[in-house]
T-cell receptor
Framework: SQTIHQWPATLVQPVGSPLSLECTVE??????LYWYRQAAGRGLQLLFY??????ISSEVPQNLSASRPQDRQFILSSKKLLLSDSGFYLC????????????FGPGTRLTVT | AQSVAQPEDQVNVAEGNPLTVKCTYS??????LFWYVQYPNRGLQFLLK??????LVKGSYGFEAEFNKSQTSFHLKKPSALVSDSALYFC??????????????FGAGTRLAVHP
């Protein structure tokens, strides 16, 4: 069966510091991968998606970037965090082309101080 | 534009009573619809989906959803609510990226509170 991991689970970082959040998927190959941000425990905002290694698309311009160095690894980064980057970050995966539902990781709670 | 709406911020129901969480959608073409549940400080869990076939879809934890094409709705239901069903529920609809790739558009979420 497939599993998705995210780390760290929680993170407190000062404004202006760098960020690296990691997501890995096990038990599948060539998944589509997604990064979402959830603010205030409500709606989800799609940040990035990837259909393959090195293929990243951004949904909204922002202070963040994403990379996919390996098939099942997806990294969210920032060079300098802003207060507005605080939130709950969720990674998700889906099968490529077979079904459409996405499966979510446990999330990372980021607080920028 | 493709969108999904959850008209209720919160739904309150007594334990043992039936529950309904509402969702309406707007898509071009055939709708692919989903429900997810989120417990506090956790990721979203997939409950069920409608792709084609029977309008009544059964999912995890005793939940089901009814697809109604004429009303463009996909309401989530459960015959008898449990206190443990209290959580945040999201409806989603498939949309297409440029290039033909899939993405999900999520509603704003409905908080379900089941009271003992």
């Amino acid at each position: 069966s497939q599993t998705i991991h995210q780390w760290p689970a929680t993170l407190v970082q000062p404004v202006g510091s760098p960020l690296s959040l990691e997501c890995t998927v096990e038990g599948t190959s060539n998944p589509n991968l997604y990064w979402y941000r959830q603010a205030a425990g409500r709606g989800l905002q799609l940040l990035f998606y990837s259909v393959g290694i090195g293929q990243i698309s951004s949904e909204v311009p922002q202070n963040l970037s994403a990379s996919r160095p390996q098939d099942r690894q997806f990294i969210l980064s920032s060079k300098k965090l802003l207060l507005s980057d605080s939130g709950f970050y969720l990674c998700a995966w889906s099968h490529s082309g077979i079904s459409y539902e996405q499966y979510f990781g446990p999330g990372t709670r980021l607080t920028v101080t | 534009a493709q969108s999904v709406a959850q008209p209720e911020d919160q739904v309150n129901v007594a334990e043992g009573n039936p529950l309904t969480v509402k969702c309406t959608y707007s898509v071009s073409g055939n709708p692919y619809l989903f429900w997810y549940v989120q417990y506090p400080n956790r990721g979203l869990q997939f409950l069920l989906k409608y792709i084609t076939g029977d309008n009544l879809v059964k999912g995890s934890y005793g939940f089901e959803a009814e697809f109604n094409k004429s009303q463009t709705s996909f309401h989530l239901k459960k015959p008898s609510a449990l206190v443990s069903d209290s959580a945040l529920y999201f409806c989603a609809v498939r949309a297409l990226f440029s290039g033909g790739y899939n993405k999900l558009i999520f509603g704003a979420g409905t908080r379900l509170a089941v009271h003992p």
